[in-house]
C-alpha cells in the first residue's frame, strides 16, 4: 500500500512539472516605436528613447512621436520632463559640473512666443536649445547646450535643460554657483500664468530637499546680476512677494553697471556714501543706489 501511495505522489509530482505556471507570463518584446537612428547632436523630432539601441556610436533612436517621461527628481509633487523626451541633443561640448547645497537661485524669461500647451511648449524647447548652440556669427549664442537647468511653459510643465548638477550659461559671474530657471514667454508687460508660476515655486522648494540649493538660498532676478530687463519688468516686480525671504536673502556680488562705474550698491536709509549716489545702476528696491567714490 505504501508503495502504491508513493508511485502515485511521483507521477503526480511529474505531471505537474511538466506543466508550465499559470503565474508566469512569457516575455513579451516591446514593440519598437516608428522612428530612426540619427546622430545624437541633432535635436529629434519627436523623442529619443534609450531602450532601443543603434547600430553607431554617437547615435540614438529618435521616434516620430513624443514620449514624455520624468526625471523623478520631484516625482512626489510634479513631474520633470527628461532631456530625452523633448528631444535634446546632446552638448557640443562636455560640461562642468557643480556641487550641491548651491546658494543662489536666479530667474529668466525666454522671451519671444509663450506656450500655453504642452506641444507648443514641446517645440519653444528645441527652438531654446538650437538658438542657444547657433554660432554667435549665425545670430546665435554660441552656448555648448541649452544654458538654463530648467526651463517652464505656460502650462506649468518643468522641462530639464541642464539639470542640476552641470554648470550653466545664464549669468556670467554666477554659472558655477546657481541654478537657472527660465519662464517660457515674454513677460516684460504681462505676468507668467499662474500655473507656470506655482511650478517655479515648487521647484525651488524641491531643490532644497534634494540638496540641490541650500535651505539659506537667495532668489535673484537675471537683472539683479546682469544690465539686462530680464525677467521682464512685470514680471520682476512680483517676485519679491512670491519668494518672501528668499528673495535677496544674500545681497548679489556681481552688478555689472555699477562696478563697471567703480561703485558699491548701497542702501541710502542705512549708510552714507563716501562719494556720490548715481540712480539707476543697482537692482532692487528705489533706496539701493550705487555709490561712486570721489
Not at 540638496?211 to 512680483?238: A, I, M, Q
Not at 528673495?247 to 542702501?267: M, V, Y
Amino acid at each position: 500500500m505504501d508503495n502504491k501511495i508513493q508511485l502515485a505522489c511521483l507521477l503526480l509530482c511529474i505531471s505537474l512539472l511538466g506543466k508550465p505556471s499559470s503565474a508566469v507570463e512569457p516575455v513579451k518584446p516591446v514593440k519598437r516605436p516608428s522612428g530612426v537612428c540619427q546622430d545624437e547632436t541633432i535635436i529629434c523630432t519627436g523623442s529619443y528613447m534609450s531602450e532601443f539601441k543603434c547600430p553607431k556610436i554617437n547615435q540614438r533612436f529618435c521616434t516620430d512621436l513624443h514620449h514624455i517621461r520624468s526625471t523623478g527628481e520631484c516625482d512626489g509633487d510634479f513631474p520633470i520632463i527628461t532631456r530625452d523626451s523633448w528631444g535634446a541633443r546632446t552638448p557640443l561640448k562636455p560640461l562642468g559640473t557643480m556641487g550641491s547645497n548651491l546658494s543662489y537661485f536666479i530667474i529668466h524669461h525666454s522671451t519671444g512666443d509663450s506656450c500655453s500647451n504642452r506641444k507648443m511648449c514641446l517645440k519653444k524647447m528645441k527652438d531654446t536649445q538650437e538658438f542657444h548652440q547657433k554660432p554667435t556669427k549665425g545670430g546665435g549664442k554660441g552656448f555648448d547646450d541649452i544654458g538654463y537647468h530648467y526651463l517652464i511653459g505656460g502650462d506649468g510643465t518643468v522641462f530639464e535643460g541642464r539639470g542640476g548638477r552641470a554648470k550653466g550659461a545664464h549669468s556670467p559671474g554666477y554659472n558655477h554657483r546657481s541654478i537657472g530657471v527660465c519662464l517660457l514667454g515674454d513677460f516684460t508687460k504681462t505676468l507668467p500664468t499662474t500655473d507656470a508660476t506655482t511650478s517655479l515655486k515648487r521647484l525651488h522648494a524641491c531643490l532644497q530637499i534634494k540638496g540641490v540649493l541650500s535651505v539659506n538660498n537667495s532668489v535673484f532676478g537675471h537683472r539683479d546680476v546682469r544690465p539686462t530687463e530680464c525677467p521682464g519688468s512685470k514680471f520682476y516686480s512680483s517676485l519679491h512677494e512670491k519668494f518672501g525671504d528668499f528673495w535677496h536673502r544674500i545681497s548679489p556680488e556681481i552688478w555689472t553697471n555699477c562696478r563697471a562705474n567703480g561703485g558699491t550698491c548701497l542702501d541710502v536709509t542705512k549708510v552714507e556714501c563716501e562719494g556720490r549716489w548715481k540712480t539707476g545702476l543697482c537692482p532692487g528696491p528705489t533706496e539701493i543706489k550705487c555709490c561712486i567714490p570721489e
